[in-house]
């Protein structure tokens, strides 16, 4: 059974860090790309960013980029998101995403829970 | 970056209507369009890929069409369970863009 669970949530002040981790299990994680993807309070899902399987090839959302950073480490099996200079509009549910077939051209077909992320003052 | 731009933003219809949520692609995507279902709480559901392929598990009263830039999502005999948010994901690109949603609810 494929599982993806987050970790790393909580509340932050503006311009501050965090670090998101996401522990998979039930499938070769070193064989498909993996990305995260957030969710800010009555909004929309947003795609944040996506890692390749080889950390090859790493996108980011305009909204995130400079400031997040994701990376993975196949003997943990485990994927982060580094997210530093923080602001309000940051706060939201992110989830762990996996891609459904190994390969850069793929939905996700797998999702953590998520976990709540908060930027206040 | 491509961008995704869907309609309606929320829909009104009641058990057994047909209906259509509309997806729009900024540039031609090569039919690499998904569609989800989000419901309050839970994860979001993967429902169909490739435009027109629909997942395994998934009930055969959701369709997917389209090609180029303009994709639909229609959902025949709507059921009880039906009534959540649907997006559409482009997965063509460097990004994986999003649609706004549309919220289908109960009429």
């Known amino acids: 059974e494929v599982r993806l669970v987050e970790s790393g949530g909580g509340l932050v002040k503006p311009g501050g860090s965090l670090r998101l981790s996401c522990a998979a299990s039930?499938?070769?994680?070193?064989?498909?790309?993996m990305n995260w993807v957030r969710q800010a309070p009555g909004k929309g899902l947003e795609w944040v960013s996506s890692i390749s399987s080889t950390s090859a090839f790493i996108y980011y959302a305009e909204s995130v980029r400079g400031r997040f950073t994701i990376s993975r480490d196949h003997a943990e099996k485990s994927l982060y998101l580094q997210m530093d200079s923080l602001r309000g509009d940051d706060t939201a549910v992110y989830y762990c995403?996996?891609?459904?077939?190994?390969?850069?051209?793929?939905?996700?077909?797998?999702w953590g829970p998520g976990i709540p992320v908060t930027v206040s003052s | 970056d491509i961008q995704m731009t869907q309609s309606p933003f929320s829909l009104s219809a009641s058990v057994g209507d047909t209906v259509t949520i509309t997806c729009r692609a900024s540039?031609?995507?090569?039919?690499?369009l998904a569609w989800y279902q989000h419901k309050p709480g839970e994860a979001p559901n993967l429902l169909i890929y490739?435009?027109?392929t629909l997942e395994s598990g998934v009930p055969s009263r959701f369709r997917g069409s389209g090609s180029g830039t303009e994709f639909t999502l229609t959902i025949t005999n709507l059921q009880s369970d039906d009534f959540a948010t649907y997006y559409c994901?482009?997965?063509?690109?460097?990004?994986?863009?999003f649609g706004q949603g549309t919220k289908v609810e109960i009429k």
């Open positions: 039930g499938f070769t994680f070193s064989s498909y790309n």
């Open positions: 490739r435009a027109s």
């Open positions: 994901q482009q997965y063509s690109g460097s990004s994986r863009t």
């Open positions: 540039q031609s995507i090569s039919g690499l």
């Open positions: 995403v996996k891609n459904r077939i190994a390969g850069s051209a793929a939905p996700f077909d797998y």
